[in-house]
């Protein structure tokens, strides 16, 4: 995996690459990949890898004050955030017919959903585990959604614990997989361990999705759809819901995985995400004909 970092304005994001340019004759449809909520790039690297391989020029991108990112005091949303990507997909020149496939994971389904809807600039969406998440229809204030789903405090605990813990709760993840999910941490001097994305920002992107409801955005995305739901979200209605009401979608469903499931099961999804490709290239195609 190659690391830059790439500035799309009002921010520069870090980026992690893999497969040929999307110049070269053997390269497919472009895949930009989006994390979840404190979460980062490197934790699609199994996936990325596997689409490199297969001729995808791919991109998995660090958010806003995650990862090696910058750090900005604000725009901690998920509209701000969908900005960021449409700014991204633009500098990379992944416009026009090099639209890229682009997959979110759990809050960065939203982002990516938003991106589709409100600003148009993919081929084909991937929904990983995430996009019908509706918190405001949980709790009814967002003191009550901080108050269960506040992040926990490391103040007292050490990074090796901490990564030994890890590694024995997901013992059928890859290596990639704990190792991505080990990026989330920084090992402070003296042994130490504190998460990347602060407190603060974590707080503000939990209140947009606790604020947003996706549900008016699903009739706007005008682009071949996938969800892959894992675990107890496998045939739930609020995914039988998005699925009926996202126009060009489909569903590939991970029962009994875990909500990382890109790094849980990174095979299968850089299959699932190949496939979607080829339904955007086949939707181009048929554009083409009848243009």
């Excluded at 506040?150 to 901490?162: H, N």
């Amino acid at each position: 995996m190659h690391e830059e970092l790439i500035d799309v304005g009002p921010v520069r994001l870090a980026v992690r690459r893999a497969g040929p340019a999307v110049t070269s004759v053997e390269a497919q449809r472009p895949v930009l990949l989006v994390h979840g909520l404190a979460s980062n790039a490197q934790l699609w690297d199994g996936v990325a890898q596997r689409l490199g391989a297969a001729g995808h020029p791919v991109i998995a991108v660090d958010q806003r004050g995650h990862g090696r990112s910058d750090v900005p005091a604000g725009g901690y949303d998920t509209a701000t955030c969908a900005g960021d990507l449409a700014a991204l997909i633009d500098a990379l020149g992944w416009v026009g017919p090099l639209g890229p496939v682009v997959a979110g994971q759990s809050w960065g389904t939203n982002v990516v959903l938003t991106l589709a809807a409100q600003h148009q600039r993919a081929a084909a969406i991937a929904l990983v585990d995430g996009g019908w998440l509706r918190l405001g229809g949980r709790f009814a204030t967002f003191e009550q959604c901080w108050q269960e789903l506040a992040p926990p405090s490391f103040a007292s605990m050490r990074f090796d614990d901490l990564a030994a813990h890890i590694g024995a709760a997901h013992p059928d993840w890859p290596h990639e997989g704990i190792a991505g999910t080990l990026a989330n941490l920084t090992r402070l001097a003296g042994g130490g361990v504190r998460a990347r994305l602060s407190r603060e920002h974590h707080r503000s992107i939990l209140h947009s999705l606790w604020r947003d409801d996706p549900r008016p955005l699903y009739p706007l995305v005008s682009v071949p759809a996938l969800l892959l739901p894992a675990g107890a979200n496998v045939g739930s209605a609020p995914v039988n819901e998005a699925a009926a009401l996202i126009p060009d979608c489909e569903v590939s469903q991970y029962a009994g995985a875990d909500h990382d499931l890109h790094a849980q099961h990174p095979a299968r999804c850089a299959l699932d995400l190949h496939d979607l490709s080829a339904r955007a290239d086949a939707r181009a195609a048929t554009a083409g004909a009848t243009a």
